[in-house]
């Protein structure tokens, strides 16, 4: 079949609608599963909302007599967005104003012409006067500039930036398929340029999609963070031992612990739906594991009553370290939902340290950059369970691992329960 071309007003109203499903409360993530995008919508939908708190400022700052309706105002943010990304201004104009049209949104023409063009006879100005505020400077909501400010005095500036980046795509190799040179040897010889950034962990010099990647179907690699790839090696399990993950989907830290030896690996979670991607991943990487859907804060509902020697509780949380990957979430959260998300965290860890022989390590991860959902939930834990200690995570001794060029944010915490 033809492929059928789309135009930049295709893109733009095909984005501007998942935006507005985005304002309304719908996650990118949910968008993404529920259909395939193509690469011109993806690039305005993730450009407009990691620079959300500028779009809309200039949105306020240009209509503020005639308040746009909010599928008009998620037309005017991929504009914009389209405009600051560098597009030919001109084409950008009229392809909005034709993307009203097929958005049903015909008496919207007029605005969306003139606001355009206005916000470019004047962008400098414009933009010097919105990033006189935080939140667009930044490009985060204050709630979170400010929390990142009093947890780290010193580096809360580059972890904001971090969030506005694009995002490395990074590859695990399988182990039990190839080893992590002749994985690279196989893409040199297919000039893919890449660069080893951990042992199993391979970074692409630019971002494919997955079917273009070589071995993916073969199960040679799969696709994880770097940071991410972190958990199965300090957890440390050896073949034949029980291993729990807790949060298991969708499987990324399942597959590397199964990758790394042949454990006996209970992987529960509580998302049942989710759980079918922990399948496809394990068929296409030839794994096998005891797949369970159910609550991870209940064992008593699930639990077969033998101890784990290793537990892996890569649990819930707000996301905050991996921001520049998932730009809805900066404003999605709700300041008020940190301590929700440590405080099941903290109930978790609770739960799930019964279930650990004594002797046996658990770590404690999350995809965080708080200190409440991480330091603080860890310190809580020790607090009220004497049989339990901190113990050495090798080259990760802070626990934090703050977001850069070759990895998200993470944080991690070896647990072990006195023999
Ligand atoms: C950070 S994700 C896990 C990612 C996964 N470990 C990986 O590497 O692919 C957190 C998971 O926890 C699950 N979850 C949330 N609350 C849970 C609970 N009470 N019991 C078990 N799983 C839970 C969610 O459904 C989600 O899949």
Same mark, same amino acid.
């Given at each position: 079949?033809?492929a059928?071309?789309?135009s930049l007003?295709?893109d733009?109203?095909d984005?501007?609608?998942?935006?507005?499903?985005?304002?309304? #409360?719908?996650?990118?993530?949910?968008?993404?599963?529920a259909?395939?995008?193509?690469?011109? %919508?993806?690039?305005i939908?993730y450009?407009?909302?990691?620079?959300?708190a500028?779009?809309?400022?200039?949105?306020?700052a240009?209509?503020?007599?005639?308040p746009?309706?909010?599928?008009?105002?998620?037309?005017?943010l991929? #504009?914009?967005?389209?405009?600051r990304s560098?597009?030919p201004?001109?084409a950008v104009?009229?392809?909005?104003?034709?993307?009203?049209?097929?958005?049903?949104r015909s008496?919207?023409?007029g605005?969306?012409?003139?606001l355009?063009?206005?916000?470019?006879? =004047?962008s400098?100005?414009?933009?010097?006067?919105?990033? @006189?505020h935080e939140e667009?400077?930044?490009c985060? *909501?204050?709630w979170w500039?400010d929390?990142?400010?009093?947890?780290?005095?010193?580096?809360?500036?580059?972890?904001?930036a971090a969030?506005?980046?694009?995002?490395?795509?990074?590859?695990?190799?399988?182990?039990?398929r190839?080893?992590?040179?002749d994985?690279?040897?196989?893409?040199?010889?297919?000039d893919?340029?890449v660069? !080893?950034?951990?042992?199993?962990? %391979?970074?692409?010099?630019?971002?494919? *999609?997955? =079917?273009?990647?070589p #071995?993916? $179907?073969? /199960?040679?690699?799969?696709v994880?963070?770097?940071?991410?790839?972190?958990?199965a090696?300090?957890?440390?399990?050896?073949?034949? !031992?029980?291993?729990?993950?807790?949060?298991?989907a969708?499987?990324?830290?399942?597959?590397?612990?199964l990758e790394?030896?042949?454990? @006996?690996?209970?992987?529960?979670?509580? $998302?049942?739906?989710r759980l079918?991607?922990?399948?496809?991943t394990?068929?296409?990487?030839?794994?096998?594991?005891?797949?369970?859907? /159910?609550d991870?804060?209940?064992?008593?509902?699930?639990?077969?009553?033998?101890?784990?020697?290793?537990?892996?509780?890569?649990?819930?949380?707000?996301?905050?370290? %991996?921001v520049?990957?998932?730009?809805d979430?900066?404003?999605?959260?709700?300041? @008020? $939902? %940190?301590?929700?998300?440590?405080?099941?965290?903290?109930?978790?860890?609770?739960?799930?340290?019964?279930?650990?022989?004594p002797?046996?390590?658990?770590?404690?991860?999350?995809?965080?950059?708080?200190h409440?959902e991480?330091g603080?939930?860890?310190?809580?834990f020790?607090?009220?369970q004497?049989?339990?200690r901190?113990?050495?995570?090798?080259?990760?001794?802070?626990?934090?691992l703050?977001?850069?060029?070759d990895h =998200?944010?993470?944080?991690?915490?070896?647990?072990?329960?006195?023999a």
């Amino acid at each position: 079949m033809a492929a059928h071309a789309h135009s930049l007003a295709d893109d733009l109203a095909d984005a501007s609608r998942l935006i507005a499903r985005v304002a309304g #409360g719908t996650s990118l993530a949910a968008l993404r599963a529920a259909a395939a995008l193509r690469p011109g %919508v993806l690039e305005i939908l993730y450009g407009a909302l990691r620079d959300y708190a500028v779009g809309d400022r200039l949105i306020d700052a240009l209509a503020h007599r005639t308040p746009p309706d909010p599928a008009v105002r998620a037309l005017l943010l991929a #504009g914009l967005r389209a405009l600051r990304s560098g597009r030919p201004a001109h084409a950008v104009v009229s392809q909005a104003v034709d993307a009203a049209v097929k958005l049903r949104r015909s008496s919207a023409k007029g605005l969306v012409n003139a606001l355009l063009r206005n916000y470019l006879r =004047d962008s400098s100005a414009l933009e010097a006067r919105v990033a @006189e505020h935080e939140e667009a400077r930044y490009c985060h *909501p204050q709630w979170w500039i400010d929390r990142l400010r009093t947890d780290y005095p010193d580096a809360w500036e580059r972890i904001l930036a971090a969030g506005n980046t694009h995002p490395p795509m990074t590859l695990r190799v399988n182990a039990r398929r190839t080893s992590t040179a002749d994985y690279i040897a196989m893409l040199a010889a297919q000039d893919i340029a890449v660069r !080893q950034i951990g042992p199993y962990a %391979v970074r692409l010099g630019a971002p494919r *999609p997955v =079917d273009a990647v070589p #071995g993916f $179907d073969a /199960g040679l690699v799969s696709v994880q963070d770097a940071g991410a790839q972190l958990a199965a090696p300090l957890l440390g399990a050896v073949s034949g !031992q029980r291993v729990l993950d807790a949060c298991a989907a969708p499987g990324g830290k399942s597959a590397h612990l199964l990758e790394l030896a042949a454990v @006996e690996l209970t992987a529960l979670d509580v $998302d049942d739906r989710r759980l079918d991607r922990v399948r496809t991943t394990f068929a296409r990487l030839g794994l096998a594991a005891r797949l369970i859907a /159910g609550d991870a804060a209940a064992p008593e509902s699930w639990w077969d009553g033998r101890l784990f020697q290793h537990i892996l509780l890569d649990a819930p949380c707000t996301a905050s370290g %991996v921001v520049r990957r998932y730009p809805d979430i900066k404003w999605l959260r709700r300041a @008020e $939902d %940190v301590a929700g998300f440590a405080d099941l965290q903290a109930r978790l860890l609770a739960a799930l340290w019964r279930l650990l022989e004594p002797g046996g390590k658990l770590l404690y991860a999350t995809c965080s950059v708080f200190h409440e959902e991480n330091g603080a939930v860890v310190a809580g834990f020790l607090e009220r369970q004497p049989d339990a200690r901190r113990v050495a995570a090798p080259g990760i001794e802070a626990g934090q691992l703050l977001p850069d060029a070759d990895h =998200d944010g993470f944080y991690y915490a070896l647990l072990q329960k006195n023999a």
